[in-house]
């Protein structure tokens, strides 16, 4: 596809399972991120890759969260032991490299009950 | 740190009804100020790309302006398809991050 894909789209966990969130950039693309949206709120910045160096993982809230990007491609996030306050989209971008725009795909809402 | 405030956090425009939305940002150390429209359900769509104080990029209805210490998106006769949630951004040195405000949300009233 064109753009970068997102699954899955929405994700409903109990409280205290993990969850696997995956994203495919863009072809091509060297880099890529991963922002939290809670309602109401900014979009929060969670990790970074570029190439094939080390992550920017200065935005992860804690050591629940985890990510891997494979191949230089494609990526999961992993939120171990849910909590309610992870409820949220994960939005995920990629640009064709540093200092470059990033574009979005259309996000997974996770909700935790 | 990073920071990035948006102003108004809603507006409501009569369609045809030109207005600006500002963003103001930690000016120290700025490597491009972004501006991104994001529908309901949606992830943020790309707009604009600033760099420098006195640059102006246009787009049909809207224009992105960009001084020392503020950006201001101007719509100029808006349609209600103009109506979304439009989110600024600023990149700094020393990381690739993007830091964004909460946004203005934009609606206009046929």
């Known amino acids: 596809g064109a753009g970068v894909s997102q699954s899955p789209s929405n994700k409903v966990t109990e409280k205290g399972k993990d969850v696997e969130l995956r994203c495919d950039p863009i072809?091509?693309?060297?880099?890529l991120y991963w922002y939290r949206q809670s309602l109401g709120q900014g979009l929060e910045f969670l990790i970074y890759?570029?190439?094939?160096?080390?992550?920017?993982k200065s935005g992860l809230p804690s050591d629940r969260f985890s990510a891997e990007r494979t191949g230089g491609s494609v990526s999961t996030l992993t939120i171990q032991r849910t909590q309610q306050e992870d409820s949220a989209v994960y939005l995920c971008?990629?640009?064709?490299?540093?200092?470059?725009?990033?574009?979005f795909g259309q996000g997974t809402r996770l909700t935790v009950v | 740190e990073d920071q990035v405030t948006q102003s108004p956090e809603a507006l409501r425009l009569q369609e045809g009804e030109s207005s600006s939305l500002n963003c103001s940002y930690t000016?120290?150390?700025?490597?491009?100020l972004f501006w991104y429209r994001q529908d309901p359900g949606k992830g943020p769509e790309f707009l604009f790309t600033?760099?420098?104080a006195g640059e102006e990029k246009e787009k049909e209805r809207l224009k992105a302006t960009l001084t020392k210490k503020e950006s201001f998106l101007h719509i100029t006769a808006p349609k209600p398809e103009d109506s979304a949630t439009y989110l600024c951004?600023?990149?700094?040195?020393?990381?690739?991050?993007?830091?964004f405000g909460t946004g203005t949300r934009l609606t206009i009233i046929p």
């Open positions: 971008a990629s640009s064709p490299g540093t200092g470059l725009k990033a574009f």
């Open positions: 072809s091509g693309h060297t880099a």
């Open positions: 890759f570029q190439g094939n160096s080390a992550p920017d």
């Open positions: 000016v120290s150390g700025l490597r491009g």
């Open positions: 600033l760099y420098s």
């Open positions: 951004a600023r990149r700094g040195f020393g990381n690739e991050k993007l830091t």
